[in-house]
């Protein structure tokens, strides 16, 4: 009961920090104009996100200081979320301000990837029945990953509500592994209330968004969800592949739109609208102003309906084959290309990295 408390107070807070933080963002001049890369149509406050940010971090320190039983048994990850968490959210809250270098952003990410997998380890990966990676060099590997994952979330933070649902739905859906699972409860219980965090943030994003997120906070989301999946996949009955499937729908977005970018000879640091959930989302924009929509209201309406399906093939789709990961880890790896599959397919047929 005292949790369900907690969570319920996480996401008032969350929601009236973000309020507050709307206001800031206007009075500073915070803002996102629309260009012709943008998928909004007016100048909208951003950094947003910076809320469950910080309340998520201060709860953290508060167990870490006065109450550490409540992180008994999990006090690495405690700690790297707090500092490489908290480092990834500091370099994202300056670029909110003023234009950082991306090899100063790259070095931040790159410290904060490092203690993770320095102080959390590495879990063991399968490739099938035969074998199993394991070993420190692993790590070598996971520094990179971690890197691109808090990038992709960037990347993927575009229209109205999509990192955060998204978000929401990947914890959740892990917690209910670990749940079913019977296995690691109190960090179900750390995993929740992130969600309750992003949850008063989505209040004011949700489309037509109030605020949007900025880079400290897609950054830390991004960084949190790759430090959640190794801490589990490590310790807790909950397998990599799991993560990785449930991560499907960014993964395979990001990562099949920058290497078609890189084909066709573009610089692909440079800002674009070619993903596949932004095509989507001018399509049905387009299909709704047809319709005899208003301007605003259809991009709303085109927005909710991308993120809204994007849910829909995270619980149909990518939920259950991340439980048969955990429950089959053999055979993860095969279901995670299974899983990619229709998402490559989808990305193909919508043009994502070309100028649809």
């Known amino acids: 009961?005292?949790?369900?408390?907690?969570?319920?107070?996480?996401?008032?807070?969350?929601?009236?920090?973000?309020?507050?933080?709307?206001?800031?963002?206007?009075?500073?001049?915070?803002?996102?104009?629309?260009?012709?890369?943008?998928?909004?149509?007016?100048?909208?406050?951003?950094?947003?996100?910076?809320?469950?940010?910080?309340?998520?971090?201060?709860?953290?320190?508060?167990?870490?200081?006065?109450?550490?039983?409540?992180?008994?048994?999990?006090?690495?990850?405690?700690?790297?979320?707090l500092i490489g968490g908290g480092l990834v959210a500091l370099i994202g809250f300056i670029d909110d301000h003023r234009d950082l270098s991306a090899r100063l952003r790259f070095m931040v990410h790159l410290l904060a990837a490092i203690l993770a997998v320095g102080l959390i380890g590495t879990p063991a990966v399968s490739f099938g029945p035969w074998l199993t990676a394991e070993g420190?060099?692993?790590?070598?590997?996971?520094?990179?990953?971690?890197?691109?994952?808090?990038?992709l979330y960037n990347f993927m933070d575009g229209i109205d509500g999509i990192a955060s649902l998204q978000a929401i739905s990947v914890l959740c859906s892990a917690s209910l592994i670990l749940l079913l699972n019977h296995s690691g409860s109190l960090i179900v219980l750390w995993q929740i209330l992130l969600c309750c965090g992003v949850a008063g943030f989505l209040v004011w994003n949700w489309p037509?968004?109030?605020?949007?997120?900025g880079?400290?906070?897609?950054?830390?989301?991004?960084?949190?969800?790759?430090?959640?999946?190794?801490?589990?996949?490590?310790?807790?009955?909950?397998d990599f592949w799991s993560w990785v499937i449930l991560l499907g729908l960014f993964v395979v977005d990001a990562s099949w739109t920058l290497v078609r970018r890189m084909l066709n000879g573009e610089q692909w640091y440079r800002p674009h609208a070619k993903h596949a959930y932004q095509i989507l989302a001018r399509q049905r924009l387009a299909r709704f102003q047809a319709e005899g929509l208003s301007a605003e209201k259809a991009r709303a309406?085109?927005?909710?309906?991308?993120?809204?399906?994007?849910?829909?093939?995270?619980?149909?789709?990518l939920t259950p084959?991340?439980?048969?990961?955990?429950?089959?880890?053999?055979?993860g790896a095969v279901l995670a290309v299974l899983a990619y599959l229709p998402l490559t397919y989808l990305e193909w047929q919508v043009g994502a990295g070309t100028d649809r």
């Open 1 to 81: 009961m005292q949790w369900i408390h907690l969570g319920g107070l996480t996401l008032i807070l969350s929601a009236l920090l973000t309020w507050l933080l709307r206001h800031y963002a206007l009075q500073r001049g915070l803002m996102d104009n629309p260009n012709a890369r943008s998928s909004h149509l007016m100048a909208t406050p951003r950094g947003g996100g910076l809320a469950f940010v910080l309340i998520y971090l201060g709860l953290l320190l508060w167990s870490t200081l006065f109450d550490p039983a409540q992180l008994q048994g999990i006090e690495p990850l405690a700690w790297v979320l």
């Open 136 to 151: 420190w060099w692993l790590g070598i590997l996971f520094v990179p990953l971690l890197v691109w994952l808090l990038n």
């Open 208 to 213: 037509p968004a109030k605020i949007f997120m």
């Open 215 to 238: 880079d400290a906070a897609s950054g830390f989301l991004g960084f949190s969800l790759g430090v959640f999946a190794c801490f589990t996949a490590l310790h807790f009955e909950i």
């Open 301 to 317: 309406k085109a927005h909710r309906w991308v993120v809204l399906t994007g849910l829909l093939i995270n619980l149909g789709w």
């Open 321 to 331: 084959l991340a439980w048969l990961a955990s429950e089959y880890s053999a055979w």
